[in-house]
């Protein structure tokens, strides 16, 4: 019987391989973790449809072996509903801070979990650490 914590712990090892460079240069791995009604509000502001992610995703920051990383801290999720997991947590790249918040449901059949919904909020040079705030 599955149980909330191994919801969370299998949504977090699928937003971490979102963040690997392998992941996030094949289409077909990043295809299979995100939802095909999936939906970005970017730290840019821009609005992001699983096409245009897909498609964008390989010339983003983070998506090269050699190039800057993200740093993912404070990691949390907590289980919405049955098969819906959300997470919050905060990342680092370049320099540039960012709080993240991911919405993840579990599809039928091998589709298992999937990126849903996802939105990045810039933090301001000087601001404390943490995600609290």
Known sequence: M???PDDVAEVIRAEL??????ARVSREVAGRLLDPEF?????????????QMLAALPEMSGSTEDGPRYEPSHMTGVVLAPGVVHLTYETTIAGRRARRSSLWRRGDGEAGWRMYYHQATPVPTGTDQG???
């Open 17 to 22: 391989r979102l963040m690997d460079p392998r």
């Open 2 to 4: 599955r149980t909330a």
């Open 39 to 51: 939906v970005e509000v970017g730290a840019s502001g821009r609005r992001w449809t699983y096409e």
């Open 131 to 133: 995600v609290a705030g």
